[in-house]
């Protein structure tokens, strides 16, 4: 992946043991980080704003509940609200802006990964680093085959040592689409370089 890339984001899926992982994740992103981060991670209504509120605490860069209609900007973390479906849409004046939804979930999901992914096969973007991290089940995986025809996607899948539940980034692996297998502790500065900090 080319480092002079200008539109870029960053996606990070997680279920079971993730709200753990993204605490060595997010605070670890540099605040000059050249992307905005969406996260989706599997939890009920409500529990998405601790979440957000203490990996801001923790973090260089902002961390945020996702509200339908935010505006994504560099350096800036995004957390699916608990419940709803996100969406990333460009909006009329061409920027990359947030849909909530409240589409049936998926597999029992809801938000789910591969919703978000799907919905960002038609934005404008140069460049797509993608995490998937600890979790059940294999949330994330067609998304990420659908994003590989139409962008530039680089794909980091958090190894079997350092997961809780070693099921979404399997799925990742056994797909062939992970371009880089890396325990928990890396994955942040691994991120920073794939979007030009370093």
């Known amino acids: ?10 996606i990070i899926a997680s279920s079971t043991g993730g709200p753990k992982a993204l605490q060595q994740v997010i605070p670890k992103l540099d605040q000059k980080l050249d992307a905005p981060v969406v996260v989706v991670q599997h939890m009920p209504k409500g529990f998405t704003a601790s979440l957000s509120q203490r990996l801001d605490e923790l973090s260089e860069v902002s961390v945020s509940e996702a509200c339908d209609g935010d505006i994504l ?4 973390v995004y ?5 709803l479906h996100m969406r ?33 096969l038609s ?13 059940m089940g294999a949330d994330g995986c067609t998304g990420i085959e659908h994003l590989k025809e139409k962008h ?24 062939d689409l992970a371009d880089m297998i890396l325990p928990l502790d890396e994955i942040g500065k691994a991120i920073n370089m794939k979007t030009g900090v370093y």
Not at 79 to 83: N, Q, T, V
Not at 95 to 101: D, H, S, V
Not at 123 to 135: K, M, N, S, W
Not at 152 to 174: D, H, L, S, W
Request: glycine share 8%; proline share 6%.
């Open 88 to 120: 990333i849409i460009k909006n009329k004046q061409g920027m990359l802006q947030i849909r909530e939804t409240e589409e049936p979930p998926v597999n029992g999901l809801r938000p789910c990964a591969n919703i978000t992914f799907d919905s960002i």
């Open 152 to 175: 530039n996607i680089f794909t980091i899948a958090q190894n079997r040592e350092t997961c809780v539940v070693y099921g979404m980034p399997k799925a990742i692996v056994e797909h």
């Open 1 to 10: 992946m080319k480092n002079y890339k200008e539109n870029k984001l960053v």
């Open 79 to 83: 957390i699916a609200r608990g419940g």
């Open 123 to 135: 934005c404008p973007l140069d460049a797509i680093v993608c995490a998937v991290l600890t979790g």
């Open 73 to 76: 900007k560099k350096g800036h």
